[in-house]
């Protein structure tokens, strides 16, 4: 369970109490997630129904530095209409605050829940909330740069060495030693840039039948090429679980919704074969190297970095290119 620090009722009542929200009701800690602690509290005022809240505290995988910019993001995005939770600012305005040394912050609750398995409806849903995220995202004037771009990578998989990759899958030191060159060699430079959310995977979606209630864990957005932000989505959303099935009616779900709200350019079309290796480069990148880090004993099972070895080999394949052409 992913809830690394213990809060107990006096504490949780303390932090509580900071915000104009009313006395705690309850909280519950949240099992899902891996990054940092969260809770589901219900706070009241009186003579009121209890409103529910998430509260969040931030491990050590999110810089304090980067709160600003997430919990901005979050604001900025919720008052321009897209479905992203607001940050519940406490009684002095501040976004974030800290409790024992880790900061910790307080967001509006949405409701909906994780599809496992997407509909193409559901597909076309997400792909229109992406493009509404990259038009709503382009006035924020703040920036970050992606700790999860190519140099971050290389780093990881070479961490990891050929050794480890191999132990990981046969195969999969020759793949990586492949792919990595060929997105060194022909990354593009000149795409329109803007913020992205950059890991949009279907636990990071909350969804109420077909419609989209929530995007939520802005934990790696940054300032990045937009149309690597579909190719993230597109990874994470088209292919079975295992990455073993290529589901063409999600994709075409996917990039159809996305482009009822936002067009993608011919330039942008043309690279994203190559923006989805990309993609698919990264999670296999912090997947592999979390396989081969992660002591047996810790509360997180690491995810399989041949998911993405294989939609990767996917994307390289070119049988496959004209994925991305515009249908119709
Ligand atoms: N605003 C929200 N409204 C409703 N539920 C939420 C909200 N934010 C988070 N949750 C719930 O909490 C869970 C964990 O949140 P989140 O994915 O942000 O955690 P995390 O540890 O930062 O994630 P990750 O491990 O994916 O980086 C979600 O799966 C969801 O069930
Ligand atoms: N969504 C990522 C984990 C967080 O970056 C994955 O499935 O590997």
């Not at 038009?135 to 700790?147: C, K, L, P, Y």
């Not at 046969?170 to 795409?191: H, K, Q």
């Not at 929530?214 to 300032?223: E, K, N, Q, S, V």
């Amino acid at each position: 369970m992913a809830v690394y620090t213990r809060l107990g009722a006096e504490a949780l009542s303390a932090i509580v109490a900071e915000f104009d929200i009313g006395a705690l009701v309850s909280a519950k800690g949240i099992a899902e997630g891996v990054s940092n602690s969260n809770w589901l509290i219900e706070a009241r005022k009186p003579g009121r129904d209890a409103t529910r809240y998430i509260l969040t505290m931030y491990e050590s995988r999110v810089e304090t530095g980067d709160l600003p910019f997430f919990l901005g993001l979050l604001d900025h995005l919720a008052a321009r209409g897209c479905p992203v939770p607001r940050t519940i600012h406490d009684r002095e305005n501040r976004a974030f605050r800290h409790h024992d040394g880790k900061a910790l912050a307080l967001i509006e609750f949405l409701p909906g829940v994780s599809v496992d398995e997407p509909t193409p409806a559901q597909a076309r849903a997400v792909g229109a909330a992406l493009a509404q995220v990259h038009i709503a995202a382009a006035g924020f004037g703040h920036e970050r740069a992606n700790s999860m771009g190519l140099a971050a990578w290389q780093g990881l998989l070479s961490a990891c060495g050929a050794d480890g990759l191999r132990a990981i899958h046969p195969e999969l030191a020759g793949i990586v030693e492949r792919e990595l060159a060929v997105l060194a060699a022909r990354w593009p430079r000149d795409l329109p840039r803007g913020v992205i959310h950059a890991d949009l995977f279907p636990d990071n979606v909350l969804m109420l039948g077909d419609a989209v209630t929530g995007l939520i864990d802005f934990y790696f957005a940054c300032t990045d090429i937009t149309a690597y932000d579909i190719a993230v989505t597109h990874a994470a959303w088209c292919f079975s679980n295992d990455g073993t099935r290529f589901r063409a009616d999600l994709s075409h779900a996917l990039l159809t919704g996305y482009e009822a709200v936002r067009p993608i350019s011919g330039p942008e079309r043309e690279a994203l074969p190559l923006l989805a290796r990309g993609a698919a480069m990264r999670f296999l990148a912090t997947r592999a190297y979390d396989w081969l880090n992660t002591p047996a004993d810790a509360l997180v099972t690491p995810k399989d970095p041949m998911a993405f070895a294989r939609r990767l080999e996917f994307y390289a394949d070119p049988c496959n290119s004209e994925l991305f052409r515009k249908a119709d």
